[in-house]
Structure formats: structure tokens, C-alpha cells
């Protein structure tokens, strides 16, 4: 994604025509400005963004078409532009995961890893069926929980390069006999990363998880009943569909 755009305002500049003038050469032209954290979307015409806090950043002391069809894989998933977050997803098939044991013990502060820990990977989550009132994806047929392992980016913008190095650091980890039992030599990795159309927190995540990102993420006056309102393109892409909790609904999501 590169750097994030903090506002866009485009003002149309189609000048009436003046006498003994010479007309531009392109009528329709627009001037755009540009300032930090604010992106322009084609179907609104002004986007503001909520504050985010200074220190926010949580680390574990502190608490596609592009997926390869078959075989083991990891994937990750970047998601609105002002949300720090990566999504990785280690996965065996259509139906199931590769354990992730050595993962969990990490985050669980039973192991430490360096590297790991450098590019602050924090959570082991229990991933989300899509479009449901949090029901847990569970493995076909011996009905584990499925997994996602998130990642807060240090800098607070996931990139093509901070997604790539999550990626390398991951499977080193996860290839290891040393965190798991399933050992590869190596582990193919692929971003499915739709930056022009990111998906939702909950296309992935339980709403307690989502609420924990928010309050993480945002300082702790945005979180209003105009949340939703105010920051409609944000607040879209932390729940999308027709269930909310009762935390989406104090930030003004519909009833």
C-alpha cells in the first residue's frame, strides 16, 4: 500500500470562459490535495477518519485467486488501510488447517521466538465462518477449530513489503521441527491481499477479537454511537453484513 493518504478533497476547476483568454487545454482538469490518513473513494465525496491512539500498538508481552488450490499453503490478509493488521491462515486444504500448536504455545508466552516476536506477531484466533453470527470455522471431519494468527504491522500500515516479510518469518517458524510436527522443507506463501477491495474484520474474526482491534487501534473518544456515521468507510470494513454486537451497536451500527 505504500504510504497512507490522510485526506482527499477534490474541487472541480472548470473555469468559465474569460474574454481575450486562452482556454486550458483540458477543462475538466482537478487539482487534488493530499494530506496523511484520509483516502478518496469514488463514492463519497469527503471521508474522515477516526483518530487513532499514539501507543497503541499491542505486542505479546503486552498482551483469492491467487491461493494455491490444494496443498499446504500460508496466505495472509491485509484489510482497511488504517487498520495495522495482517491475517495469516495456515492451510492444509479447502476443509482443513495445518496445526499450528507451536504458534499457539508462542503466543501463549510457553515459547519464545526472536523472530517472531521482532515482527510482532501477537494473537492465535479462532477463525470466523463468514457471514455468521460468530460461528467458529471448524476442520472437516474431526471438527477442530480453524485459526488465524494476527500480526500488528510496527510502523501501523501493512504493505506489500511488510506482508511479504510477515510471510518469510512465518514459515520459517512454522516449518520448523522445532514448533511442529508436520515438517516441510518449505511451505508455499502467497498474499491475497485485495487492496482495492480489502475484506471486513469479520470475514475472519469473533466480534470480542474485533472489539479488542478497535479499542487497540482508535482512541477511546471515537468510540461513539457516530462512529458509524462519521467513518462509514472504516466502520464497514470491521463489520459488513447484518449481525452486530451489542459493542458494534454503541458505535452506531443499524439495529
Not at 35 to 61: A, G
Not at 87 to 109: E, H, M, P, S, T
Not at 237 to 242: E, H, Q, R
Amino acid at each position: 500500500m505504500g504510504d497512507t493518504i490522510t485526506s482527499v478533497t477534490i474541487e472541480d476547476k472548470k473555469p468559465a470562459a474569460k474574454p481575450n483568454r486562452k482556454p486550458t487545454t483540458d477543462p475538466t482538469a482537478v487539482s487534488i490535495e493530499v494530506s496523511p490518513l484520509k483516502r478518496k473513494e469514488q463514492d463519497e465525496p469527503t471521508i474522515i477518519l477516526p483518530k487513532k491512539r499514539t501507543n497503541f500498538l499491542p505486542t505479546r508481552e503486552l498482551n483469492n485467486s491467487n491461493t494455491p488450490s490444494t496443498g499446504p499453503h500460508i496466505s495472509v490478509y491485509a484489510f482497511h488501510p488504517i487498520l495495522p493488521i495482517e491475517a495469516y491462515l495456515y492451510i492444509r486444504d479447502q476443509q482443513n488447517d495445518v496445526f499450528v500448536n507451536g504458534y499457539k504455545k508462542f503466543c501463549d508466552k510457553n515459547l519464545d521466538d526472536d523472530e517472531l516476536t521482532k515482527a510482532n506477531f501477537t494473537k492465535c484466533l479462532n477463525r470466523r465462518v463468514p457471514n455468521t453470527n460468530n460461528q467458529i470455522m471448524l476442520s472437516e471431519p474431526k471438527k477442530f477449530f480453524r485459526k488465524v494468527m494476527i500480526r500488528y504491522v510496527a510502523d501501523g500500515t501493512s504493505t506489500k513489503e511488510t506482508r511479504q516479510h510477515g510471510l518469510r518469518v512465518i514459515e520459517n517458524f512454522l516449518k520448523s521441527d522445532k514448533n511442529t510436527d508436520y515438517v516441510l522443507d518449505s511451505i508455499p506463501t502467497v498474499d491475497c491481499t485485495d487492496e482495492s477491495d480489502p475484506p471486513s474484520l469479520d470475514s475472519f474474526l469473533l466480534d470480542k477479537d474485533i472489539e479488542e482491534i478497535i479499542r487497540n487501534v482508535f482512541e477511546e473518544s471515537e468510540l461513539n454511537k457516530d462512529f458509524y456515521s462519521k467513518y462509514k468507510s472504516v466502520a464497514l470494513k470491521l463489520w459488513s453484513g447484518t449481525y452486530y454486537s451489542d459493542f458494534a451497536r454503541q458505535l452506531g451500527f443499524p439495529q
